[in-house]
């Protein structure tokens, strides 16, 4: 199939680069008003097509799916003008500015039978995808929490705060990873520069015993990539930082024991072995493009799907309602569910080592 990437930015070079390298794709155009962008692009990837008006290209009937890099505030007009022009869209984090373009989108998709993807590349990595299988075959118990940290310095963005340049990695994982309905958000930031926020503190409150927090910083002296999940039984810890052993499962928690007779429980903490589990080190964007292309060419839903995406703004939008207020909490739309839809999920799989 014919492949086009609208954007030409920070992300969109590395989605030329790995959509070229699908055997499933014939040839891509990349589409971008700088011109000196497109060239620069056309000496790194000889034979590229090129082409500054993006019209053309929902114009062209012989481009099967689009490829969205731009900033968020384009996504919607941009994404829907290609799957009203019937491509399928895939678009880079964050999906949507609001739950209601999210839904429009959706809808659209829908009507005209096309793949509607977000590329929340960090699901495609062999460390999350490791996570997911130990939760899942349920070696930790039940999740108790989800604390994770995204901090470095810079990038900062013109038009979204840190929550929304951020924090949407960790979101999708969360959301990927428990499978539980949220309920409400709270957040608080501080703006430093720019007047956006540059540093933030969300936390995500589940109908469950479940609480989520994270951390969001653009004011960091080192780069911290980590996220821990604690379950009733064994805890996660993933750092992104690491080269290897970047999941370890730790045997450590709490037992509560009484006496009978005694009203006063007692606590004891468990602390046993840890163990690293061997994860697949595939390049996690050369496994998004493939899911997208087997999505188009079976039918079958993404695992981050619009339905996906839209849960992810949902979050994103309640925390920045919750900034304007001083960190009060803010309640989730019903729709958010947590908990995808069995004829959602599809059954690709990264390969297990």
Known sequence: MNIAVIGLGYWGPNLVRNFLGNPNVTSVTICDKNTERLEAAARKFP??????????????????????????????????????SGKHVIMEKPFTRTVQEAEDLITIAEHFGLTLMVDHTF?????????????????????????SVRANLGLFQPDVNVIWDLA???????????????????ATGMKHYYGMENIAYMTVFYDEHIIAHFHVNWLSPVKIRTICVGGSDKMIYYDDMQTSEKVRVYDKGVNLNSKEGEYDLRVQY?????????????????????????????????ICDGYAGRDVTAILEAAERSIKNS????????S????????????????KV
């Open 327 to 334: 960190g009060q909490k803010v309640a989730l739309p019903s």
């Open 168 to 186: 949407p990695h960790d979101i999708s994982i969360l959301n990927y990873l428990v499978q539980a309905r949220p309920i409400a958000v709270s």
């Open 336 to 351: 958010v569910s947590g908990l995808p839809a069995p004829e959602r999920i599809s059954s690709f799989i990264i390969e």
């Open 270 to 302: 468990r602390a046993g072995d840890m163990w690293a589990p061997q994860t697949s080190n595939k390049e996690a964007l050369a496994e998004v493009a493939a899911h997208f292309i087997h999505c188009i060419k079976t039918g079958e839903k993404p």
């Open 47 to 84: 034979g590229i097509k090129t082409e500054t008006d993006v019209d053309k290209i929902y114009a062209d009937p012989t481009i099967t799916a689009v490829a969205i890099a731009t900033p968020v505030y384009t996504h919607y007009n941009l994404a829907r003008k290609a799957l009203e």
């Open 123 to 147: 699901l495609f990595t062999g460390a999350v995808q490791k996570m997911k299988e130990i939760i899942d075959e349920g070696k930790i118990g039940d999740v108790m929490y989800f604390d």
